[in-house]
């Protein structure tokens, strides 16, 4: 992770070329055995995508039951990533809070699942 200044420069085509969409969670659960505390998130971005599975270390803030429901934006479009024996589909965005620990990203009101960011 890098702090501090920004990265060099990209074109709006290269941005463009990042799928980051929203979705609601359905589904959640501790991710067993998992060299760091992590939860496994089931996400649902509609019928153009459908459901996703995504390992992300959330646990500082978040509980699996906590959050089911919740919308989050992810890159949907990085390749499947093995994480243990579980299969990454998509990475859930956050911003670090000032220990490093994750803050998850959505909207902040209720917007359709799918949706794309622009």
Not at 60 to 79: L, S, W
């Amino acid at each position: 992770m890098q702090s501090g200044a920004a990265r060099a420069t990209i074109s709006y085509d290269d941005f463009e070329r990042i799928d980051i969409r929203v979705g609601t969670v359905i589904e959640a659960r501790p991710f067993e055995g998992a060299r760091k505390p992590a939860v496994q998130l089931w996400v649902d971005f509609g019928p153009e995508i459908g459901v996703r599975k995504s390992s992300a270390q959330i646990t500082k803030y978040y509980t699996p039951q906590g959050v089911i429901g919740r919308q989050v934006a992810a890159v949907v479009n990085f390749p499947p990533r093995q994480i243990g024996k579980f299969m990454s589909e998509v990475l859930v965005l956050g911003f670090p809070d000032g220990d490093g620990s994750v803050v998850m990203i959505g909207p902040d009101q209720k917007v359709p699942n799918g949706g794309k960011l622009f």
